[in-house]
């Protein structure tokens, strides 16, 4: 098999090897990425050299006494020790007896899969003397070269290096495959003996099941941090966490821990192979600690807390390509300050002409708090600005100012308007022409507008502006029960695409739940199939539903058939039949009443009436003890505190305080 790449690795051998360079050479990188294949070449280059070449096997129970001697006594020898992972224990015994006799002239190469030791890359003794080369994946360029000697048919090349990247034993195995399935083309994709393969070579045996479990779990998620390994694992977490990071295949960020690209996706293939319910077990504990998450991040934790978030979903339609990226990002979002509006009006213009840059000033003279700057991490350049606007209502300037958010507004209007105390959401956008599309910073801003509509409390409706539509995002916003309007407004000569979704038909915890079906399930489950949409009943429309549904109190079949049981207060109440739930909800409020001294006799009316199967309104009057006028008194009351109480629950949650009248 040809040998390609590395012009790095061999580019510092060769320096040593001639003299110019350091004396120990310390490479170190994850099962299959190349290490032997190197070392290999390493050999060829020193004989070309002239140089007497001796190899040691770390799988050996020990060095070679012989090959220790050469280089004792040779100062042109050249020691190789490849698998020293499997002979870790005698690095310090190598760094404070072997090397320091070895003669000057004389060049030592170790690899494994563990990085040398910090206290002997920090000695200064060592300073010049020792170079460390952590292996990393090929390049692009190598990776086609490895499949070119390969012979991989041009039609599976695409699949293989989405599965295996630059992994070298990855591409290995996955050629070998793909030359013999060679119909497979741009179906091809890593079999079970190829998975198995690389598990046995890449991670082999681990200690127990529980860090077979922890590992799965790091392979799962984007970054692993202890947190999120002791909600979806408690026992160990801490213990667990230590063990993962010492990983070889294991790498380490600001934000918690990844494994290594190829590591990842056999170990997802195998678990989602062997163990479908186990696998779902798993995503469901973790996607429900990141939504979580999401809900409760401070502001500046919004981003990274979104990004993790929907990488659970990247091999379900997610434009953003999370491939190898594991830094801090090549773009910057901060708020929007009064200083920055010139440059808001400059990018808004070079990215969209006069009449929008004339609305981004518009907004940011009244919203500025809504507004965000994104810049280039390396150079500080602005590049994009986006704007989060929540409306409840407009004013004639402000409905005539911008065509889109006017537009958004009569759409809300004709279709279910705002009820009282809600809001509507507008994203607006502008960005410098060449980061349109597919690109990071437009990652960036729309893992903002997700987290603005997972966090926002009493929104009706969000409307997405795209002015140069990215298919790919459009149809998965429209997986997920967006949809694109037919009207296109206009702030300039260019038309635009608005997503609106309805968050009060579908919540934000019903969407992501729709989510995650879909990536459990496939897309065969369809996009209504984990939740059916809500009600989005007006004020009267909901009062008179729940005066029906007092008089049918008794009938589950006709509870069954009120539009109450598709409302947020029902859909709240998980796990329960709606008619039940609805019946139950009714006989709660009624038995509230009780503890408020002021509707007591409210209680007794509504109690007679509906609880206690009355036939007729007379009869209960009388057995209540009342003249029929006060009775009916009492009973209108009563429903209206009813109907009041579960209004306010169906806008501010369950969970909100009753509503109390003054």
């Known amino acids: 098999m040809a040998f390609v790449g590395r012009e790095e690795e ?33 050999a060829h280059e020193a004989a070309v050299a002239g140089r007497p070449v001796s190899m040691v096997d770390g799988r050996m129970l020990e060095p070679s006494p012989a090959a220790s001697e050469l280089v004792l006594r040779d100062a042109d020898a050249v020691l190789l020790v490849d698998n020293f992972e499997r002979i870790q224990g ?24 563990n990085p040398p030791d910090m206290r002997w890359q920090a000695d200064p003794g060592w300073a010049g003397a020792l170079e460390v080369l952590p292996l990393r994946d090929l390049r692009a360029g190598d990776a086609q070269a490895l499949m070119d000697s390969s012979g991989v048919p041009a039609e599976s090349r695409e699949p293989l290096l989405a599965f295996a990247g630059g992994h070298p034993l990855a ?31 890449l991670v082999g045996e681990l200690p127990s099941a529980a860090h077979r479990r922890a590992l799965e779990i790091c392979a799962h998620a ?26 070889p295949f294991v790498e380490s960020s600001s934000l918690g821990l990844f494994p290594h690209d190829v590591v990842r996706e056999v170990l997802e293939a195998d678990l989602r192979w062997r163990d479908p319910a186990g696998y779902a077990v798993m995503h469901d504990r973790i996607h429900a600690h990141l ?53 808001l009006l400059r990018v808004a213009t070079a990215a969209e002409g006069a009449a929008s840059a004339a609305c981004a000033a518009f907004w940011a003279e009244r919203q500025l708090e809504a507004f965000r700057l994104y810049r280039r991490t390396e150079t500080g350049e602005p590049v994009a600005f986006s704007a989060w606007l929540r409306l409840a209502e407009l004013d004639e300037e402000e409905l005539t100012a911008d065509p889109v958010v006017a537009m ?25 022409p060449p980061y349109r599309g597919n690109s990071r910073v437009m990652d960036v801003i729309q893992w903002r507008v997700i987290g603005n509509c997972l966090r926002s409390e009493r929104m009706a409706w969000s409307y997405i502006e795209i002015r140069h539509p990215n298919q790919a995002w459009v149809e998965h916003l429209r997986h997920f029960g967006m949809h694109d309007i037919s009207e296109q407004p206009r702030p300039g000569d260019d038309a635009y ?45 909901f009062a008179e539903a729940v005066r029906k549904a007092l008089r049918q109190l008794s009938r589950l079949d006709a509870l069954a058939a009120s539009p109450l049981t598709r409302t947020r207060l029902i859909a709240e109440r998980a796990g329960q039949n709606p008619a039940t739930a609805l019946g139950d909800l009714l006989r709660q409020a009624i038995d509230d009443l009780r503890e408020d001294p002021r509707s007591v006799k409210s209680h007794r009316a509504l109690s007679v009436t509906f609880l206690r199967g009355t036939p007729t309104q007379e009869l209960a009057a009388k057995r209540l003890g009342l003249p029929f006028t006060t009775y009916r008194r009492h009973l209108t009351a009563g429903i209206e505190r009813v109907c009041a109480d579960l209004w306010h629950r169906e806008l501010h949650g369950t969970d909100a305080p009753a509503y109390r009248s003054t």
């Open 10 to 42: 061999l580019a510092v051998f060769n320096a040593a090897l001639y003299g110019g360079g350091c004396s120990v050479l310390y490479v170190h990188g994850p099962g299959g990425i190349g290490k032997s294949a190197l070392l290999r070449r390493f």
């Open 90 to 113: 005698l690095e310090g015994w190598l760094v404070e007896r072997f090397l320091p006799r070895v003669p000057m002239g004389a060049l030592v190469v170790v690899a494994g899969r």
């Open 291 to 343: 939504a979580e998450r999401v809900r409760t991040a401070s502001d500046a934790d919004v981003l990274g807390a979104v990004a993790a978030l929907l990488y659970l979903h990247r091999d379900n339609g997610d434009p953003a390509d999370f491939h190898g990226r594991h830094g801090e990002g090549e773009f910057q979002e901060e708020a929007l300050r009064e200083e920055d509006i010139g440059t």
């Open 497 to 541: 695409t608005l997503l609106v979704h309805d968050w009060r038909a579908v919540p934000a915890q019903a969407w992501l739940e729709r989510m995650n079906q879909l990536l459990v399930a496939g897309p065969a489950g369809g996009p209504n199939a984990a939740t059916a949409e809500l009600a989005v009943l007006s004020q009267a429309e």
């Open 222 to 247: 984007y970054m692993t941090t202890e947190d999120l390994l002791r909600a979806v694992l408690p026992e160990d977490a801490g213990t667990l966490f230590r063990w993962l990071r010492r990983l």
């Open 171 to 201: 591409l290995l195995l996955g050629a070998a495959v793909a030359v013999k399935d060679g119909g497979a083309g741009r179906r091809w994709m890593p079999n079970q003996d190829v998975v198995a393969t690389l598990l046995d070579q």
């Open 408 to 432: 958004a507004w009569a759409h809300a209007r004709a279709t279910t308007p705002l009820r009282a105390g809600e809001h509507l959401a507008v994203s607006r956008l502008w960005a410098l």
